[in-house]
Structure formats: structure tokens, C-alpha cells
């Protein structure tokens, strides 16, 4: 996610980092090497292009506009609601951790195994959600735990399972009663349901055909527009082009990247960082003095 303050007029003009155009470079010099080689064609032959209107670029151009603006919201919506469900999981840590050391059996132990596995499920988590091993959660654990953990083919769920069979045990000593047994369960219950909403989020991405049904038209119009404006334009036809092609291709590339709310590029939402806060939380939670620190941008760019 890129955070930085709000550049002045000059920093608009040039600032690369989250800017969007490394992704669509190439497609930019490609438009403008077709506009150029037009102007060139309209400079040469003048009469070529002389009963060609810019209206029915114009009309496509605004459905274009239109079309892209609700992909982009319906993916602006699927990044904010991960993140959304990031939050509620950093609540529902603290809770968990609160209620943990404060309603368990006094001697801590089973209240810090719980904080503890609470972090790891979060690092589990993220690990699934990107597709990676999820090795950092094996830190949380102790051996046993993750040996159950390492040997399931969903993680995550592992080690809810493992809390729900530490509170059951809890339960049958006679350390809780049904209504704490409640409580808590209600918390596994709402870390359930975050990690099944993300995994709908993960393996549910926008239509196909839809997506590209949009790329297409994009790079029609971007093509086509160039011979509806150069008798009008003459040589500035490639500035004008290249600056719809910047807004329409920046556009499209951008809400495929909000489309994976949960990838490493630069505008998904910052799982390390909010990994961190739950670390931070539960640690604090439980009486630690010796905190990590918590994740900084680096370049503008919080992971």
C-alpha cells in the first residue's frame, strides 16, 4: 500500500512510485508509435482523414469511461472489504487475548498458549492468503502444536482447531464454565468467519470475460482515436493519444491490482504490516516489555 503525504503540483507531474505507469510503459510507447506513424500518414496525405469526425470516438470513449469506473469501484469494494476483514481480525485478537489472560486459570500458561496461537493463526493466514508456505507461523508454536499444524492441508483451520481443543479441555476440568466456554468459542467463531470471507475474496475474482471485454475496448479505442483526431490535431495527435491511453490503461491495470487485495504488489492491502500490529498487540497483552517494532513504509510503500 503506498503511503506518503500528498505531493505538490511538480511531484504530480513526476513522481513514479505507485504512479501506475512501469506497469503500462510498454503499452504507452506501443500507442504512441501507432499515433506517431498516423500523424506522420495525416502530414503526408492530408485528405486522408479529412471526412473522419471525432463524435463516434468521443461517445466510445465516455462508455469506456463509464465501463471502467464500475470495474474499478467493484474492485476498489473487494480491496476495502479485505482490509476491513484485516481490521475486525486485529479486533477480535485483542479481545481473544484480553479475555484469555484475564478469564483462564491464573497461572497464565494456557491463556498464553492461546495469545500465542492467536498470532500464529494470523500468520498462517497471510501465508495461505499469498500463496506462501507460512513458515513464520512455526515461530508461535510450540513443537507439538506445530507438528499437528504442518501436517493439515489448511493451517489456519489447524490451529483454530487446536484452541477449540484447549478450551474444550478447559471445560472439562471444570477451569471455565459454559458461559466463558461460550465467550470464547464466539471468538473462534468470528476468526472463522474472516478467514473463510478472505478465502471467498482469494478464490472469487472478478469475471473473466468482463475483465477482458474492457482490455480490449481500451486498446481498440487507443488505436482507433489517433485517425478521428489527426486532422484536427496534426502532429500534437500522439500527445493527446498517449495522455487517454495513460488514464484508460492506468485505470485498467490498477483495478487488476485491487482485484488481488492479498498479492505483494504495491496497492494490496499491507498484511506484513498488520500481521505486526497483531504480534504487537497479543505480546502486549500479555505483559511484554520487549516489543517489535511496528512496519514503516519503505519508499512510500508499506507491505
Known sequence: MIVRPRPGIFGLLFILRGSILSTISLSLVCILLVSSGIAWWGHAAPDTFDRLSPAPFTLLGLALSIFLGFRNNTCYERWWEARQLWGRLLAETRAFARDSLSLLPKDGA?????????????????????????????????????????RSSGRPDAILRLQADELAAALGRGEITDNLY???????????????????????????????????????????????????????????????????????????????????????????????????????????????PPLLPQDYVLL
Open 110 to 150: 494456557a491463556g498464553r498458549r492461546i495469545v500465542r496461537r492467536s498470532v500464529a493463526f494470523a500468520h498462517a493466514l497471510r501465508g495461505q492468503l499469498r500463496g506462501e508456505a507460512g513458515q513464520s507461523a512455526r515461530d508461535w508454536l510450540t513443537a507439538e502444536d506445530w507438528e499437528r499444524v504442518a
Open 182 to 292: 461460550r465467550l470464547f468459542s464466539d471468538r473462534l467463531l468470528a476468526m472463522t468467519d474472516i478467514q473463510a470471507a478472505c478465502e471467498r475474496l482469494r478464490s472469487t475474482p472478478t469475471p473473466f470475460a468482463y475483465t477482458l471485454l474492457l482490455h480490449r475496448t481500451a486498446w481498440l479505442f487507443c488505436l482507433l482515436v489517433p485517425f478521428g483526431l489527426v486532422a484536427n490535431l496534426g502532429f500534437m495527435t500522439p500527445v493527446v493519444t498517449v495522455i487517454l491511453a495513460y488514464a484508460f490503461f492506468g485505470l485498467d491495470a490498477l483495478g487488476q491490482e485491487l482485484e488481488e487485495p492479498f498479492g505483494r504488489t504495491v496497492n494490496a492491502v499491507p498484511l506484513d504490516a498488520l500481521v505486526r500490529s497483531i504480534e504487537i498487540a497479543a505480546l502486549e497483552a500479555g505483559g511484554e516489555t520487549q516489543l517489535p
